[in-house]
């Protein structure tokens, strides 16, 4: 019994066969999407490649992971086509992310017709958020067509939630964390008793912290300012989205290149890691203040698993932590805890196992 996972982001195309038994990905692969190349095509390869290579009786269903479900779709979700029609009517809230994972499952489906195929939302997990969360302070009649926050990255919270509990040998319900998701995207998230109860993106990915491209919360009215100076709407949206963040100020969006330029004196290397810890650092602080207390930070992503000493920073940052955080330079998941109990964790994500058990769990393999 198996499901292939899909994960197609705005650079690669990820796909895992887990095994349900197992609970475990046995087959794993990352592709680019190539210039000139139709995305369709790369998907019919990869997913021909990963059936040729797996148990042909063993596959149940296939799931995706779709960044923006909107208000509509808070759940794991059967696709067809007029499902489909209806998520590619979303595209503008996430325009990296939702119009490739449309492609990725129009031309997965066709490859593979006789299975079940579902999308499971990122944006779902912080369906549970308050209204005094989601709302922004802004007319009724924007809130009525749908100006809210949605939230993001949900995914990845829900394996952190989980993985922490194992770690700390406490139930979920019993937990009140802050989980920083810091990759190419970022976003923090307070989470109590596995409820999501406040989150840093908002109505799109562009809210928040600083990322690999993307700016993050900037004062709205340098918009306004650019546009009254004639720049047009998708000139401003291309450079928020793809265009600032590490890239502007440290010319590269690699946390890892940064880090080695640091080490050589490179300013601009320095300006983008310390504006980049500054503002992690303030999102995690102002999630806690959403929680009745912090019992700790679970570091998640390609920053938050791999980068030690960015972890460092932003724990000794945040004061959430009375000493220094002695964390070795090693793989895999681990807790560190200071003289209160708080724990910092670092967790590696695993969207792909979180999508295959919703999946199963829906269609009842």
């Known amino acids: 019994m198996a499901v292939l996972v899909l994960n197609p982001g705005s650079a690669t195309l990820k796909a895992s066969l887990v095994d349900l038994r197992a609970q475990t990905s046995v087959l794993d692969t990352t592709v680019a999407w190539p210039e ?3 995305k369709d095509d790369v998907v019919r390869d990869v997913v021909q490649g990963i059936r040729s290579s797996a148990d042909p009786g063993s596959l149940e269903a296939v799931g995706y992971r779709v960044v923006h479900g909107g208000a509509r779709f808070t759940a794991p979700t059967v696709l067809d086509d007029a499902t489909l029609d209806t998520l590619a009517g979303l595209d503008d809230l996430a325009p990296l992310h939702n119009p490739v994972a449309v492609e990725t499952i129009r031309a997965a489906r066709g490859v593979i017709p006789t299975v079940p195929h579902l999308a499971v939302f990122d944006t779902a997990f912080h369906a549970t958020l308050p209204e005094a969360a ?9 809130t ?3 100006i809210r926050r949605y939230g ?10 989980g993985r922490a509990s194992e770690l700390l040998a406490r139930p979920v319900a019993d937990l009140c964390l802050v989980v920083a998701h810091l990759g190419g995207g970022c976003s923090v998230t307070a989470v109590e008793g596995g409820r999501s109860v406040d989150t840093s993106m908002g109505m799109t990915p562009l809210e928040g912290l600083m990322m690999g491209t993307r700016a993050g919360s900037i004062d709205p009215g340098i918009v ?3 546009l009254r100076a004639g720049r047009e709407v998708a000139e401003l949206e291309g450079d928020l989205d793809r265009r600032s963040g590490l890239l502007a100020v440290g010319g590269t969006a690699d946390m890892a290149e940064l880090l080695r330029r640091e080490t050589a004196d490179d300013p601009s290397a320095t300006l983008a890691i310390e504006m980049f810890v500054r503002r992690a650092a303030a999102a995690i ?3 806690a203040t959403a929680l009745p207390r912090v019992d700790g930070v679970a570091f998640t992503g390609g920053i938050g698993e791999h980068a030690t000493s960015i972890r460092r920073r932003i724990a000794q940052r945040t004061h959430l932590f009375g000493g220094p955080i002695d964390e070795p ?4 998941d681990r807790v ?18 979180v999508i295959a058990r919703e999946v199963a769990a829906t269609v009842g393999i």
């Open 285 to 287: 602080a102002a999630s």
């Open 144 to 146: 009525e067509a749908g």
């Open 134 to 142: 989601w709302r922004y302070p802004v007319p009724a009649s924007w």
């Open 36 to 38: 000139g190349t139709a």
């Open 336 to 353: 560190t805890s200071d003289s209160t109990g708080r724990a910092l964790l670092r967790i590696g994500a695993r969207e792909d196992l």
């Open 224 to 226: 306004f300012r650019l």
């Open 152 to 161: 993001f990255h949900g995914l990845s919270v829900a394996w952190s939630v």
């Open 329 to 332: 330079e090693t793989s895999g």
